[in-house]
């Protein structure tokens, strides 16, 4: 690789760390929300709402269409956010 290829690639790997730095802040506004979610289920059945699974992974869909990004990306990283939180969410269970 060309220094000057080196120089960019060092650039555009500092513009995603940036960007990471800011998805870290929306995922604990997220995980947030998701503590309220919590606090309001009563029974640890209702952690996974499979329509509501299904809507969401819709909307992302149509949504990523929309803004001409690769679907399948987006269907990844959603499909594995929210196993992410339904594994918090079991864990956080507290039954009343």
């Known amino acids: 690789m060309s220094p000057q290829k080196r120089k960019e690639l060092s650039?555009?790997?500092?513009?995603?760390d940036k960007l990471d730095d800011t998805l870290i802040k929306i995922i604990k506004k997220r995980t947030?929300?998701?503590?309220?979610?919590?606090?309001?289920?009563?029974?640890?059945?209702q952690i996974v709402?499979?329509?509501r699974i299904k809507t969401i992974l819709a909307n992302?869909?149509?949504k990523s269409l929309?803004?001409?990004?690769?679907?399948?990306?987006t269907?990844?990283?959603?499909k594995n956010m929210i196993s992410a939180f339904i594994d918090f969410e079991r864990?956080?269970?507290?039954k009343k």
């Open 11 to 16: 650039k555009i790997r500092s513009k995603l």
């Open 75 to 78: 269907q990844k990283i959603w």
């Open 91 to 94: 864990r956080n269970f507290k």
């Open 32 to 45: 947030n929300l998701v503590k309220k979610v919590l606090a309001l289920k009563e029974k640890k059945n």
């Open 49 to 51: 709402d499979n329509k």
């Open 66 to 73: 929309v803004n001409n990004i690769d679907p399948k990306i």
């Open 60 to 62: 992302i869909r149509k």
